[in-house]
């Protein structure tokens, strides 16, 4: 509220410093001449309004509203309003993207540290709404495109708020940051997250990121001042001797040739963890990009603390040298080194004049009301000096300057710093602020510039995807990575499918004698109508197959009414329908739950009517599977529609829809949702979902069966929170995105699968404990975001290759902040290397069982 309450005192102001001019503002097009760019200014009236793209925007359209700023800037926040027009217009955005660019060539989009590019916008056409940067840019350009979900009139007004980047730093290039396994501590990815440049080859070039957002590390660099984010969010960090030398080399290249004074490095120490400050630093200048380095490095060596574990700031001299771009090499001084901010003191080429990242309160404070000429000119000096006028109004400015900059100094202290993210000990020497609008709107205080960051590092290998040809031939994939084969030799007999009539692996092939057969030949690969390989199931149970197999009943077709189309795939689709009659028909102790007098709905899967014979077979297959099944926690068949054309099998369909939308649209239970009545759940409601989950594919890996494609999407729930794990999730285009298609074959949910299954093609009992991990972190996350959210598919497929490699660099899932410690390390066991380290789904079940049953503060 004092926030709000600043930028309302400010907006009174009544004049116009005209920072951005008309010509500065433009768009991609217009209605009409008085809906141009240049009406595009926050709680402006001036022509029809605002800016209003020409015609119906479309969910496909780019149109933009773009900002030229005239200079490298500092932004922070965003504020948006609609189409007002004293109370004639009605026209507004729900959301927009957000596209910067420091020359107006290469464009960016900014997203949030969770990887989110869309930005809630308004709900209304007059009030305004203000959006902080999470994280902040530095551009010159700035591109507000709005989104719509439907063809619709947008209309809009915008304001920017930041300060200028006097730093000038446009780049810093790094090899990438690492991932820390210490025993006994949580895994810390000490990877820059924000960078928004190239990133090949584990080096980063050609962006900024967490170097330059202006957040201070904490002593403890497990502790972070971000939310929901993973453990040593805030630092960049590197292994001694990963990267094949014993320093760190970043390279900074600033926007015009300066003489550098200093440069100042956030470091962590914690040396009781192997974190120290650098031991020195090796810096090369180059007066210009295409010029060589020069001869002469600037050397400075730090003075080691062993007794003090705090994080501080290291000063480091750069003697007054003039050049455009800098190479700084880091000695490390322990196992590992650790940055969170970097920034530079410098000014132009043969200037005194210092440009710096830092700031005083008075400096920002007079910048601020110098905004407004009715305060730029506080002194008396054009007055006449008769007289004790002077002295009485020079007293006057003084106590109301004073009185202003206590006020300011106040909401400064217990908002702003808060707002944007900024260390109480950053504090910019220069600040104003960046303004699209006169003195009469709004403006905000910003925050300091902060220096670039970067991690990366020099172990290049060789990629290997699952979109090769060979993912269908494990063994060609053994001719890339030799050391594939012994691993495949040895863990052949990894996973779950052997009936008791199939021989069985001789001990000294098996990881242990409880590990079930492995057998390609043995296994048959069901494809479900809807797209989706629910399981994949022992030959035997399929052979000759006729309709006497089927164990349920025959359903009167006319009986099922369409309610709505739940999804469809390459031979058929899902239905939702009102079964009429159902419970008389299935009689006494029918699989359904208690309707209270309301119509049965149920889940139709319908083969196609040009589905092929291999589709139509396999339809059969999958019905007697189906038939088989029978637990408290699997989707159960119904009956069929089979006696005539097109196919169908009706199984039960839960009310509360599949887990993963459920716990979306949810928060954790607390004093604050049930004042608000805000959907919740509990802790104890999670470890209840847990334990059905591993009860179901406990009884599915007791009939030797893999499901393939376990995920929160896939989990069914009903009013009493009872979960049946079903396998619709590939058809819904809702999760079209947790799929990766392989040039056009397989379509495969790469971020739930274990490394076996994408680099060898192998799916075991083993592997779907894999994905029952990925799944409890759904779960323990409120399906907040999707898993390895910060990674692209083909990081997910690198990382993968890590896993295999089993070399200390694969990244895994941050623990979830709502789960305790005891069950993350379940689900890391969940994620082990070794298929026969893993736990069984009966282990899993009895150790969540526990869980379950303990009180919730001793979990």
């Known amino acids: 509220m004092l926030f709000y309450l600043l930028l309302s005192i400010l907006s009174s102001m009544p004049e116009t410093d005209g920072r951005i001019q008309d010509h500065a503002i433009t768009a991609s097009s217009q ?185 201070i590390g904490q002593d403890d660099f497990l502790v972070t001042r971000q939310y929901h984010v993973w453990p040593g969010y805030d630092y960049v960090g590197w292994r001694n001797g990963s990267l094949g030398s014993g320093y760190v080399e970043m390279e900074f290249v600033f926007d015009k040739q300066r003489n550098f004074t200093s440069m100042k490095v956030h470091s962590n120490n914690m040396f009781y963890r192997g974190v120290k400050i650098f031991s020195s630093v090796s810096c090369s200048f180059k007066p210009r990009l295409i010029a060589t380095w020069e001869a002469e490095p600037v050397e400075f060596r730090t003075v080691l603390d062993d007794r003090n574990p705090s994080a501080r700031y290291v000063t480091v001299p750069l003697g007054r040298r003039n050049a455009k771009a800098l190479r700084c090499r880091f000695h490390f001084a322990d196992v590992w080194m650790m940055f969170s901010e970097i920034s530079f003191q410098s000014g132009r080429r043969g200037s005194r004049e210092i440009s710096t990242a830092k700031f005083s309160f008075t400096t920002a404070t007079c910048q601020l009301l110098n905004s407004s000429p009715s305060v730029t000119n506080p002194s008396a000096k054009d007055q006449p000096d008769d007289g004790n006028t002077p002295i ?58 902060v220096p670039p960051r970067v991690s990366q590092m020099d172990h290049p290998y060789e990629r290997v995807f699952l979109l090769d040809p060979q993912y269908q031939d494990p063994a060609g994939l053994r001719n890339k ?13 990894g996973g779950g499918y052997a009936e008791p009539d199939v021989t069985q692996c001789t001990p000294h092939q098996c990881f242990q004698s409880s590990v079930p057969h492995y057998a390609e030949t043995d296994i048959v690969s069901l494809q479900g109508v809807t797209g989706s390989n629910m399981y994949a199931v022992p030959a035997l149970t399929v052979d000759s197959l006729t309709r006497k197999d089927i164990s349920v009943a025959e359903f009167p077709r006319h009986r099922l009414l369409f309610r709505e189309k739940l999804g ?28 209270d007098g309301r119509p049965v709905l149920v889940a139709v899967k319908q083969l196609r009517a040009d589905a092929t014979n291999n589709a139509r077979n396999d339809f059969l297959k999958e019905i007697k599977i189906m038939s088989r099944l029978n637990d408290p926690n699997i989707i159960q068949l119904l009956c069929v529609c089979v006696s005539s054309d097109p196919l169908c099998m009706v199984t039960e369909y839960m009310d509360n829809g599949d887990l993963n939308m459920f716990l979306s649209q949810r928060e954790m239970e607390s004093t604050l949702t049930h004042a608000n009545n805000i959907p919740a759940v509990s802790l104890s409601d999670l470890l209840h979902m847990s334990v059905q989950i591993s009860s179901g594919m406990r009884y599915l890996a007791s009939l030797n069966f893999v499901h393939r494609d376990l995920a929160t999407r896939n989990c069914l729930l009903d009013r009493r929170l009872t979960i049946k794990i079903a396998d619709f999730g590939m058809s819904r285009n809702l999760y079209s995105s947790d799929y990766y298609r392989i040039q056009g074959r397989a379509v495969l949910p790469i971020r739930w699968m274990a490394w076996e299954s994408i680099l060898l093609g192998k799916f075991t009992t083993a592997s779907d404990v894999w994905a029952f991990g990925v799944t409890l972190w759904e779960i323990f996350t409120l399906c907040k975001e999707q898993p390895y959210s910060l990674l692209s598919d083909e990081q997910v497929i690198e990382n993968t290759g890590e896993f295999f490699r089993n070399q200390g660099r694969q990244i895994f899932l941050f623990a979830p902040l709502l789960c305790p ?36 503060y001793l979990v």
């Not at 030799?482 to 007999?493: G, K, N, V």
């Not at 939702?576 to 029918?590: D, I, M, R, S």
């Open 31 to 215: 209605w009409y001449e008085t809906t141009g760019p240049q009406y595009a200014r926050l709680n402006r009236e001036e022509g029809d309004g605002a800016w209003c793209p020409a015609g119906l925007l479309q969910p496909s359209d780019t149109q933009y509203l773009q900002v030229d700023l005239g200079q490298l800037t500092f932004l922070t926040v965003v504020g948006t309003q609609g189409r007002y027009a004293r109370n004639s217009g009605k026209e507004f955005a729900r959301m927009y993207r957000l596209n910067y660019s420091h020359d107006g060539q290469l464009w960016r989009s900014w997203k949030n540290r969770l990887g989110n590019k869309t930005m809630e916008a308004n709900d209304n056409a007059y009030v305004s709404v203000i959006k902080d940067l999470h994280p902040p840019i530095i551009s010159r350009y700035v591109r507000l495109i709005p989104v719509t979900k439907m063809p619709t009139t947008v209309c809009m007004r915008l304001e920017l708020y930041g300060c200028p980047w006097h730093d000038g730093l446009t780049s810093y290039s790094s090899p990438e940051g690492q991932l820390m396994m210490p025993p006994g501590y949580p895994i810390a990815s000490l990877n820059d997250s924000t960078y928004d440049g190239a990133h090949e080859r584990r080096k980063l070039s050609g962006g900024l990121g967490q170097l330059t957002d202006g957040v």
């Open 392 to 449: 009485l109004i020079g007293c006057l400015v003084t106590i109301i300057l004073l009185l202003v900059v206590i006020i300011f100094l106040i909401l400064w202290c217990q908002y702003v710093c808060k707002v944007l993210e900024k260390a109480p000990r950053r504090i910019l020497e220069e600040e104003v602020t960046v303004r699209l609008s006169s003195s009469s709107d709004t403006i905000i205080l910003q925050t300091p510039p």
């Open 481 to 493: 990575l030799p050391e594939l084969s012994r691993s495949a030799e040895t863990s052949a007999c």
């Open 568 to 595: 469809e795939g390459q031979f058929g689709e899902v239905h939702l329908c009102e079964a009429e009659g159902l419970p008389e028909f299935l009689g006494e102790g029918a699989p359904l739950p208690d309707r």
């Open 821 to 856: 410690p005891s069950l993350f390390e379940l689900m890391m066991r969940c994620w082990d290397r070794d298929i026969a380290d893993r736990p069984t789904f009966e282990g899993l079940y009895q150790a969540y069982q526990r869980k379950h049953n303990i009180p919730k």
